[in-house]
């Protein structure tokens, strides 16, 4: 079977378990949704314009559900045993990699764009433009390359689903960062042209956390 | 070498790592001249650079010697890697934790607060919290071989994020890239280089007798360890 072949069989292994429970996607969501309720309460009265704190909403609320997604992304796999039968499978360990992280990304980017409407008529800003979504896309695909990695260790380890923002938080700081300075910046009506220097910043981040993970991938599923 | 002479060379090498510690805390606390041109509480202040700079230093150079050894290990899968990446990681927060109770006691008198979040403040609290999960993952595995493979691959993601974090940070506290940074608003002359240069080195030396000792603890616990397996303990 060639790799992408395989990446793409993974893929839409997720993606169809995913379509007949519907568990990750609607927890993500409703968690998500929860999150901006909560922190538009827990700012309202203390800042004098959401506009300055919608960014920082924002990002934290998809790091705090993209989380709560990437715990079942391999909670699922091994329950019923099926890491092992992926890992029979005569497939390089990168393909596996790249199917759960592309899965990854395709949920928790789903799940952003259902809240980005919504984020815009509760704060009534626009945020579906192409910039926006670019920003988005690029600090969505840092979290779920870094965090499928992550999340494949967290759960072979005791108290496991407190172990991954543990050990995904303080790497993921320079994607968050970025992602709350361009979002912010964007807001303000600077373009997109003037931000390079970030934008390159989570290109670069994104680019080598996914070759890392590609090459240390295989030592975390070996058995 | 024979065990005798190790045994012999690491007893040198400790002694003259404290020889080493007594004589740049003399020349920090009495030898170097005082820095010209502040109050003085900053004068005195000023000395901690011999201690604090030292200990930031060997806090980067122990966890890069941990990633170093994490990599040791995913490549040749010999326990004794990841058990030098573990003891330098633990010498790597106590240095971390030395430069940043150093530096905030020399913060409050020079920029009248304990703490700031300064670009550096701010990578090093999260350089802190990278390897302080590193040991909360270490600690959840019960499997020697897992957990040597576990932490390897996580401090490798840990040590490179560093940069990447002090980076973003730094852009994000000011508009242009380039930041002048207050620590190095005064340069040190002859007497205090000679000095510092003394501290940094006796510093490393100091790390590298430390590092040596933790390692063999760490080798006679997985021995013991593996006694105690054998056994059915």
Same mark, same amino acid.
């Not at chain 1, 092992?84 to 005569?90: K, M, V």
């Not at chain 1, 926006?132 to 759960?155: E, K, M, N, P, Y």
């Not at chain 2, 890069?64 to 890697?81: D, E, F, N, P």
């Given at each position: 079977?060639?790799?992408?072949?395989? *990446?793409?069989?993974?893929?839409?292994?997720?993606?169809?378990?995913?379509?007949?429970?519907?568990?990750?996607?609607?927890?993500?969501?409703?968690?998500?949704?929860?999150?901006?309720?909560?922190?538009?309460? @827990?700012?309202?009265?203390?800042?004098?314009?959401?506009?300055?704190? *919608?960014?920082?909403?924002?990002?934290?609320?998809?790091?705090?559900?993209?989380?709560?997604?990437?715990?079942?992304?391999?909670?699922?796999?091994?329950?019923?045993? @099926?890491?092992?039968?992926?890992?029979?499978?005569?497939?390089?360990?990168?393909?596996?990699?790249?199917?759960?992280?592309?899965?990854?990304?395709?949920?928790?980017?789903?799940?952003?764009?259902?809240?980005?409407?919504?984020?815009?008529?509760?704060?009534?800003? @626009?945020?579906?433009?192409?910039?926006?979504?670019?920003?988005?896309?690029?600090?969505?695909?840092?979290?779920?390359?870094?965090?499928?990695?992550?999340?494949?260790?967290?759960?072979?380890?005791?108290?496991?689903?407190?172990?991954?923002?543990?050990?995904?938080?303080?790497?993921?700081?320079? *994607?968050?960062?970025?992602?709350?300075?361009?979002?912010?910046?964007?807001?303000?009506?600077?373009?997109? @042209?003037?931000?390079?220097?970030?934008?390159?910043?989570?290109?670069?981040?994104?680019?080598?956390?996914?070759?890392?993970?590609?090459?240390?991938?295989?030592?975390?599923?070996?058995? | 070498?024979?065990?005798?002479?190790?045994?012999?060379?690491?007893?040198?090498?400790?002694?003259?790592?404290?020889?080493?510690?007594?004589?740049?805390?003399?020349?920090?606390?009495?030898?170097?001249?005082?820095?010209?041109?502040?109050?003085?509480?900053?004068?005195?202040?000023?000395?901690?650079?011999?201690?604090?700079?030292?200990?930031?230093?060997?806090?980067?150079?122990?966890?890069?010697?941990?990633?170093?050894?994490?990599?040791?290990?995913?490549?040749?899968?010999?326990?004794?890697?990841?058990?030098?990446?573990?003891?330098?990681?633990?010498?790597?927060?106590?240095?971390?934790?030395?430069?940043?109770?150093?530096?905030?006691?020399?913060?409050?008198?020079?920029?009248?607060?304990?703490?700031?979040?300064?670009?550096?403040?701010?990578?090093?609290?999260?350089?802190?919290?990278?390897?302080?999960?590193?040991?909360?993952?270490?600690?959840?595995?019960?499997?020697?071989?897992?957990?040597?493979?576990?932490?390897?691959?996580?401090?490798?993601?840990?040590?490179?994020?560093?940069?990447?974090?002090?980076?973003?940070?730094?852009?994000?506290?000011?508009?242009?890239?380039?930041?002048?940074?207050?620590?190095?608003?005064?340069?040190?002359?002859?007497?205090?280089?000679?000095?510092?240069?003394?501290?940094?080195?006796?510093?490393?030396?100091?790390?590298?007798?430390?590092?040596?000792?933790?390692?063999?603890l760490?080798r006679m616990k997985e021995e013991v360890d593996d006694l105690k397996e054998q056994l059915?303990y």
């Amino acid at each position: 079977m060639n790799f992408w072949k395989a *990446v793409f069989a993974i893929i839409r292994k997720d993606i169809r378990a995913e379509l007949r429970t519907k568990d990750i996607f609607s927890s993500m969501f409703v968690f998500a949704l929860l999150a901006v309720i909560v922190f538009n309460f @827990s700012f309202e009265l203390r800042v004098p314009e959401m506009k300055m704190v *919608v960014p920082g909403i924002v990002w934290v609320a998809i790091t705090f559900a993209g989380t709560l997604g990437l715990n079942r992304a391999f909670v699922i796999e091994q329950d019923k045993g @099926s890491l092992a039968g992926l890992l029979l499978a005569p497939v390089d360990r990168a393909a596996i990699y790249f199917g759960k992280m592309l899965g990854n990304l395709a949920f928790i980017l789903v799940v952003e764009l259902i809240l980005l409407p919504l984020v815009m008529i509760f704060f009534n800003l @626009s945020l579906l433009t192409w910039q926006h979504l670019l920003v988005l896309f690029l600090g969505t695909f840092g979290f779920a390359a870094v965090g499928t990695v992550f999340s494949a260790i967290a759960v072979n380890t005791r108290a496991r689903e407190v172990m991954l923002p543990i050990l995904l938080f303080p790497v993921l700081l320079p *994607v968050l960062v970025a992602g709350v300075k361009l979002t912010g910046a964007l807001l303000d009506g600077e373009p997109l @042209s003037e931000l390079l220097n970030w934008i390159q910043l989570i290109v670069i981040y994104d680019l080598g956390f996914t070759i890392v993970a590609y090459l240390t991938f295989g030592f975390v599923v070996e058995e | 070498m024979t065990q005798n002479h190790r045994a012999t060379a690491l007893i040198v090498l400790t002694l003259v790592a404290a020889a080493l510690i007594l004589a740049s805390a003399y020349m920090a606390l009495a030898g170097a001249p005082d820095a010209a041109g502040l109050t003085e509480d900053n004068t005195y202040a000023q000395r901690i650079i011999y201690f604090h700079v030292p200990s930031a230093w060997l806090s980067m150079l122990a966890f890069g010697v941990t990633m170093v050894a994490s990599i040791g290990y995913l490549a040749t899968s010999k326990r004794g890697w990841d058990s030098l990446a573990v003891s330098s990681a633990e010498l790597g927060l106590v240095f971390t934790l030395a430069a940043t109770a150093s530096g905030s006691i020399w913060a409050k008198p020079a920029w009248n607060v304990w703490w700031t979040w300064d670009p550096r403040l701010t990578t090093y609290t999260i350089m802190f919290l990278l390897f302080v999960a590193y040991f909360m993952l270490r600690s959840a595995m019960e499997d020697p071989a897992r957990r040597a493979r576990f932490a390897g691959v996580y401090a490798i993601f840990a040590f490179l994020s560093v940069p990447i974090t002090f980076m973003s940070i730094r852009w994000w506290r000011t508009i242009h890239p380039v930041l002048i940074d207050p620590n190095e608003g005064f340069g040190l002359g002859p007497g205090m280089m000679t000095a510092f240069f003394l501290s940094l080195a006796s510093f490393t030396v100091l790390y590298v007798a430390l590092l040596v000792h933790r390692y063999r603890l760490e080798r006679m616990k997985e021995e013991v360890d593996d006694l105690k397996e054998q056994l059915g303990y």
